[in-house]
């Protein structure tokens, strides 16, 4: 696609509930990021993950929070069991691996915690 | 490991004055370094970059940072900011083979009118 795309753009769920979020990166783009972005708040990184290569998970607050992708193609963040400190705008980006080439972002998933 | 500083996370000029958004790494290898700019309500989009070549880089809008080895910095400068430059600032650092790109806390500027 021409841009990283998100969706949905907007989600609002109950507390206790889980919530899917998914990334489809731009085509090609070996690596993969999620950061989370609480309002007024920088860049919280999540998860990272480059082709095949076992993924960096080092950001991931709690196991409530995990992140899938096939191959070089779309990725899902999940969280279980939402709480209110979750809300946030979850940002996922992707680039080539090359390193001296952007990050893209997509718009972000906005997650409000009811 | 690589690593960025952002120093400060609020910094606010009048219009007209000169920007200057401070960014510090630290590196093993050589670095390649971007800053980014979000602005309110929108997502993050490239700003300028630094990989090769010339240490004075030129972005969107005026802006320029220069990769300064010596000093491991990598500041962002505009000569006179403008209402519209009021956003939110990152500064990150990646190298070369596949290595996860590191972003900084991010600094927020205001512009005063």
Sequence with gaps: ?114 | AQSVTQLGSHVSVSEGALVLLRCNYSSSVPPYLFWYVQYPNQGLQLLLKYTTGATLVKGINGFEAEFKKSETSFHLTKPSAHMSDAAEYFCAVSRTGGFKTIFGAGTRLFVKA
Excluded: M
């Design chain 1, 1 to 114: 696609g021409a841009g990283v795309s998100q969706s949905p753009s907007n989600k609002v769920t109950e507390k206790g509930k889980d919530v899917e979020l998914r990334c489809d990166p731009i085509s090609g783009h070996t690596a993969l990021y999620w950061y989370r972005q609480r309002l007024g708040q920088g860049l919280e990184f999540l998860i990272y993950f480059q082709g095949n290569s076992a993924p960096d998970k080092s950001g991931l607050p709690s196991d409530r929070f995990s992140a899938e992708r096939t191959g070089e193609s779309v990725s899902t963040l999940t969280i279980q069991r939402t709480q209110q400190e979750d809300s946030a705008v979850y940002l996922c980006a992707s680039s080539s691996d090359r390193g001296n080439t952007e990050a893209f972002f997509g718009q972000g998933t906005r997650l409000t915690v009811v």
